[in-house]
């Protein structure tokens, strides 16, 4: 059990707010109960003091013929089976003699004093202790007072006389504490249940952050095609579970093309380097003609062009991913197009390449370095796939919307429609075997585009099997 | 032994060829999937290298294909080098795989532990009589003394060896011991016979007149 867990601060806190809730209630309904009985016998009391007043009223009652007490004068010793003095002179009239009862632990009992404080009347039941009361003054409104399990009412008439009429709250007190005992054992309920309840809810409502914790462990130890389930998506943790998925889903597939790239960039070195090390161990395995050592060397050195080829791009695209700062310069692509085109013509004219150019003005803000790679590695694209005695057509001009647009389309084999999509992709190749000799490794194209969108441009591609392949590159004017 | 190499790169292709040759092997070699399908199905090659990523016809196909009629040992040369990639390639009917880069050493080893299984000796060494043979070291000996055989010598030897007990054809041994280039008599077979007769004692190589060569396995004919 962990205090500091979200379920646990959640059920100390209910908790404690319900047991204060609770306790306010029964606590409450305690003492009001308590005053009403209170209130009930103390009902009761005044009208017993108001019935002991009215005989007082009435006159003096004269004792009883077969009254044994001799007189108002000198207490005597009381016989064995009456334990309180008789009272002198005092007699209730016998209906009102009735409400009181023989017992003090259950009925009402009076007593009576006279002015000069002798006692002159009382009920059977008067608890042995009770003396005459100092606190009423005479002619002022009855005085409530609780002695032990006992509630009396005290009165002192104008004249004097003093009354003190008065009960035992045994029963009630006992109903009382049933009464509270009730109440404990259904706050407890009400706490028990309420708790359980809570539990449930709580339990219910963080379950998905457990999954989501869980998922986030197992993503975490490297599982990345992990995910949360979502079994409620309108609720709060159902939908950042499904903004966490999402994340994740991205989060693997930038995973996946760091893996794909990194496997690709090994896969491509692993074939230049293979040549070398066959090159180089069979010409090393024994005496052999100078002609087939210059026949290896020359096939290592073809191999390690190739891998330098090869790190050039992946430099390239390393240095364009962390966002090498651009020159920024107006550059005239037409010229630079023509530039380019004069560096390629030697590799075209070996393929008996045609050129159309038709080239316009047309001024854009860019590093003219990498403007050129762009040219440069579209058109050895159109030179290396084109059809021997194909062509090759190059436009340069304004664009649309004060943009410059440049064209470069081949008469090549072209590239079917399922490939187009992926021609951008770092190490795609619209046939995966054409590697080789030619020792393209797939690089041209997606540093060509990396390099148009770190411009803010445009590059697209259009092509036809058989008859070639069309790219357009779009770049903001100057 | 003769062998197919199928792989695109010519300057590996170039050295494997070389090397092999090296080895005593007859080499044919294919620079795409066509012509290494063509070349695999038409002859009866002791073990055929294939490069998986071929242009026209890809590896994994050309192992397809030459399953249905052969059970030619094949060894696959990937620059793919997952366990997926192996997983695939073993269970494609590849008898081996070796990925990019690769030693030359490890190739011929994997070549010859191929050959031999095909022909169902566990062990690189062949006893027959006093004369053992060696395929690892590619050394013959007789009586403990190592005997001096040109590579065609050799390589004659080695495949009577391993197919001891079995009647070799001329014609099966014009397509192991020679590859598409040579233009080798056919009595120049004979003269190699003759020379490993010399070398090696006259009665390890029995002639079954008109049909072939033997070497007599002691379990069948003491």
């Not at chain 1, 999954?211 to 490297?222: H, Y």
């Not at chain 1, 390239?316 to 700062?325: C, F, Q, S, V, W």
């Not at chain 2, 294919?30 to 290494?36: C, F, I, L, M, N």
């Given at each position: 059990?962990?205090?500091?867990?979200?379920?646990?601060r959640?059920q100390?806190w209910?908790?404690?707010?319900?047991?204060l809730v609770?306790a306010?209630?029964?606590?409450?309904?305690?003492?009001?109960?308590?005053?009403?009985s209170?209130?009930?016998?103390?009902q009761?009391?005044d009208?017993?003091?108001?019935?002991?007043l009215?005989?007082?009223?009435?006159?003096?009652?004269?004792?009883?013929?077969?009254?044994d007490?001799?007189?108002?004068?000198?207490?005597?010793?009381?016989?064995?089976?009456?334990?309180?003095?008789?009272?002198?002179?005092?007699?209730?009239?016998?209906?009102?003699?009735?409400?009181?009862?023989?017992?003090?632990?259950?009925?009402?009992?009076?007593?009576l004093?006279?002015?000069d404080?002798?006692?002159?009347?009382g009920?059977?039941?008067?608890?042995?202790?009770?003396?005459?009361?100092?606190?009423?003054?005479?002619?002022?409104?009855?005085?409530?007072r609780?002695?032990?399990?006992?509630?009396?009412?005290?009165?002192?008439?104008?004249?004097?006389e003093?009354?003190?009429?008065?009960q035992s709250?045994?029963?009630?007190?006992?109903?009382?504490?049933?009464?509270?005992?009730?109440?404990?054992?259904?706050?407890?309920?009400?706490?028990?249940?309420s708790?359980?309840?809570?539990?449930?809810?709580?339990?219910?409502?963080?379950?998905?952050?457990e999954?989501?914790?869980?998922?986030?462990?197992?993503?975490?130890?490297?599982r990345l095609?992990?995910?949360?389930?979502?079994?409620?998506?309108?609720?709060?943790?159902?939908?950042?579970?499904?903004?966490?998925?999402?994340?994740?889903?991205?989060?693997?597939?930038?995973?996946?093309?760091?893996e794909?790239?990194t496997?690709?960039?090994?896969?491509?070195?692993?074939?230049?380097?293979?040549?070398?090390?066959?090159q180089?161990?069979s010409?090393?395995a024994?005496?052999?003609?100078?002609?087939?050592?210059?026949?290896?060397?020359?096939?290592?050195?073809?191999?390690?062009?190739?891998?330098?080829?090869?790190?050039e791009?992946?430099?390239?695209?390393?240095?364009?991913?962390?966002?090498?700062?651009?020159?920024k310069?107006?550059?005239?692509?037409?010229?630079?197009?023509?530039?380019?085109?004069?560096?390629?013509?030697?590799?075209?004219?070996?393929?008996?390449?045609?050129?159309?150019?038709?080239?316009?003005?047309?001024?854009?803000?860019?590093?003219?370095?990498?403007?050129?790679?762009?040219?440069?590695?579209?058109?050895?694209?159109?030179?290396?796939?084109?059809?021997?005695?194909?062509?090759?057509?190059?436009?340069?001009?304004?664009?649309?919307?004060?943009g410059?647009?440049?064209?470069?389309?081949?008469?090549?084999?072209?590239?079917?429609?399922e490939a187009?999509p992926?021609l951008?992709?770092?190490?795609?190749?619209?046939?995966?075997?054409?590697?080789?000799?030619?020792?393209?490794?797939?690089?041209?194209?997606?540093?060509?585009?990396?390099?148009?969108?770190?411009?803010?441009?445009?590059?697209?591609?259009?092509?036809?099997?058989g008859?070639?392949?069309?790219?357009?590159?779009?770049?903001?004017?100057? | 032994?003769?062998?197919?190499?199928?792989?695109?790169?010519?300057?590996?292709?170039?050295?494997?060829?070389?090397?092999?040759?090296?080895?005593g092997?007859?080499?044919?070699?294919?620079?795409?999937?066509?012509?290494?399908l063509?070349?695999?199905?038409q002859?009866?090659?002791?073990?055929?290298?294939?490069?998986?990523m071929?242009?026209?016809?890809?590896?994994?196909e050309?192992?397809?294909?030459?399953r249905?009629?052969?059970?030619t040992?094949?060894?696959?040369?990937?620059?793919?080098?997952?366990?997926?990639?192996?997983?695939?390639?073993?269970?494609g009917g590849?008898?081996?795989?070796?990925?990019?880069?690769f030693?030359?050493?490890?190739?011929?080893?994997?070549?010859r532990?191929?050959?031999?299984?095909?022909s169902?000796?566990?062990?690189?060494?062949?006893?027959?009589?006093?004369?053992?043979?060696?395929?690892?070291a590619?050394?013959?000996?007789?009586?403990?003394?190592?005997?001096?055989?040109?590579?065609r010598?050799?390589?004659?030897?080695?495949?009577?060896?391993l197919?001891?007990?079995?009647?070799?054809t001329?014609?099966?041994?014009?397509?192991?011991?020679?590859?598409?280039?040579?233009?080798?008599?056919?009595n120049?077979?004979?003269?190699h016979?003759?020379?490993?007769?010399r070398?090696?004692?006259?009665?390890?190589?029995?002639?079954?007149?008109?049909h072939?060569?033997?070497?007599?396995?002691p379990?069948?004919?003491?």
């Open positions: 059990m962990n205090i500091h867990s979200l379920r646990w959640l100390l209910h908790g404690l707010l319900l047991v609770l306010g209630f029964g606590v409450t309904a305690y003492e009001l109960q308590r005053a009403e209170l209130r009930r016998i103390d009761q009391l009208r017993r003091v108001n019935e002991v009215a005989t007082l009223r009435e006159g003096q009652p004269r004792p009883r013929p077969d009254d007490d001799p007189g108002p004068e000198g207490p005597r010793d009381p016989p064995p089976d009456r334990r309180p003095m008789p009272p002198a002179g005092f007699r209730l009239s016998q209906r009102f003699a009735m409400r009181f009862g023989t017992n003090s632990q259950t009925g009402a009992y009076y007593a004093w006279a002015r404080g002798r006692r002159i009347g009920s059977d039941n008067v608890p042995g202790e009770l003396d005459r009361p100092t606190e009423a003054r005479p002619g002022a409104s009855a005085i409530r609780t002695r032990g399990m006992l509630r009396e009412t005290v009165i002192v008439t104008p004249p004097g003093a009354i003190v009429v008065g709250m045994a029963t009630d007190l006992e109903e009382l504490g049933r009464f509270g005992g009730w109440l404990g054992i259904a706050g407890a309920g009400v706490l028990t249940l708790l359980a309840g809570g539990w449930w809810v709580v339990t219910r409502a963080i379950r998905p952050i999954a989501i914790g869980a998922t986030a462990e197992r993503i975490a130890t490297g095609a992990e995910r949360i389930p979502v079994a409620e998506t309108d609720s709060e943790l159902g939908k950042l579970a499904g903004v966490l998925n999402e994340t994740f889903a991205r989060l693997e597939a930038a995973f996946q093309r760091q794909r790239f496997a690709d960039a090994s896969h491509e070195l692993r074939t230049p380097v293979s040549v070398i090390i066959s180089a161990q010409a090393l024994r005496e052999r003609p100078a002609g087939e050592y210059r026949d290896a060397l020359a096939a290592c050195e073809r191999a390690a062009q190739r891998m330098r080829r090869l790190i791009s992946l430099l390239e695209l390393a240095r364009l991913d962390a966002g090498a700062t651009t020159r310069e107006t550059v005239d692509l037409a010229r630079l197009a023509e530039e380019t085109i004069a560096l390629v013509r030697p590799l075209a004219e070996m393929r008996g390449l045609q050129w159309t150019v038709q080239l316009a003005p047309a001024t854009c803000v860019g590093d003219p370095g990498q403007l050129g790679q762009v040219l440069a590695n579209l058109l050895a694209n159109a030179i290396d796939y084109n059809r021997d005695g194909g062509g090759i057509r190059v436009t340069v001009g304004p664009g649309g919307d004060g410059v647009a440049v064209e470069v389309a081949d008469t090549g084999i072209g590239v079917g429609p187009l992926h951008f992709e770092r190490f795609y190749r619209a046939d995966p075997s054409r590697t080789g000799s030619k020792g393209r490794a797939g690089l041209g194209l997606a540093i060509v585009k990396t390099i148009v969108e770190a411009h803010g441009g445009t590059i697209e591609v259009a092509s036809e099997p008859k070639g392949t069309k790219f357009t590159l779009r770049l903001r004017g100057s | 032994m003769r062998l197919l190499i199928v792989e695109d790169e010519p300057d590996l292709l170039a050295s494997l060829a070389r090397s092999t040759r090296d080895e092997y007859a080499v044919d070699t294919a620079a795409d999937g066509e012509e290494g063509y070349k695999a199905l002859s009866d090659y002791d073990a055929i290298v294939l490069d998986v071929l242009p026209g016809i890809d590896g994994w050309i192992l397809r294909r030459l249905i009629q052969r059970r040992p094949v060894l696959m040369l990937t620059a793919r080098d997952t366990p997926r990639d192996r997983v695939r390639g073993l269970d590849a008898d081996d795989y070796v990925a990019k880069p030693d030359l050493d490890e190739l011929h080893a994997r070549l532990a191929l050959i031999r299984r095909a169902g000796h566990p062990s690189g060494r062949v006893e027959i009589g006093s004369v053992v043979l060696e395929t690892a590619r050394t013959v000996a007789r009586d403990g003394q190592l005997v001096a055989l040109t590579a010598e050799y390589a004659l030897f080695e495949y009577l060896a197919h001891r007990g079995q009647l070799v001329r014609t099966a041994l014009y397509e192991h011991l020679f590859d598409e280039d040579d233009a080798t008599l056919s120049l077979l004979d003269v016979v003759s020379n490993l007769r070398k090696l004692g006259a009665e390890i190589i029995a002639t079954r007149r008109g072939g060569y033997c070497i007599e396995d379990g069948t004919t003491p």
